[in-house]
Nanobody
Framework: VQLQASGGGLVQAGGSLRLACAASSLKLTTYSMGWFRQAPGAEREFVVR????????DYSDSVKDRFTISRDNDKNTVYLQMNSLKPEDTAVYYCAVTGWWTRMPDQYDYWGQGTLVTVSS
């Protein structure tokens, strides 16, 4: 099983980025997908999750109304559209899948390698 996260980069505050998480050897329609992030010196933080139904979502308060998660079943890929980025969004972003519906990172089974997002002020 492999989750390949991509799309990170350097962007100015107020800008946008779209992250992608492509899965191989598993169908994302059978898992819930979560995005987490970890800033330097901080713990891994929940960002958003998408239910295996592809419809139900749950956003952390810090990203609500700015980030949008979506899934392309044909490409077996989940996207995280990040708008109105702030310097405090700077972190390594990880995608992960779970058979549960949870925000807890230790209940996620497979993780991507992470992609760095840097937002300059």
């Amino acid at each position: 099983v492999q989750l390949q996260a991509s799309g990170g980069g350097l962007v100015q505050a107020g800008g946008s980025l779209r992250l992608a998480c492509a899965a191989s050897s598993l169908k994302l329609t059978t898992y819930s997908m979560g995005w987490f992030r970890q800033a330097p010196g901080a713990e891994r933080e929940f960002v958003v999750r998408l239910n295996q139904n592809g419809v139900t979502t749950d956003y952390s308060d810090s990203v609500k109304d700015r980030f949008t998660i979506s899934r392309d079943n044909d490409k077996n890929t989940v996207y995280l559209q990040m708008n109105s980025l702030k310097p405090e969004d700077t972190a390594v972003y990880y995608c992960a899948v779970t058979g549960w519906w949870t925000r807890m990172p230790d209940q996620y089974d497979y993780w991507g390698q992470g992609t760095l997002v840097t937002v300059s002020s």
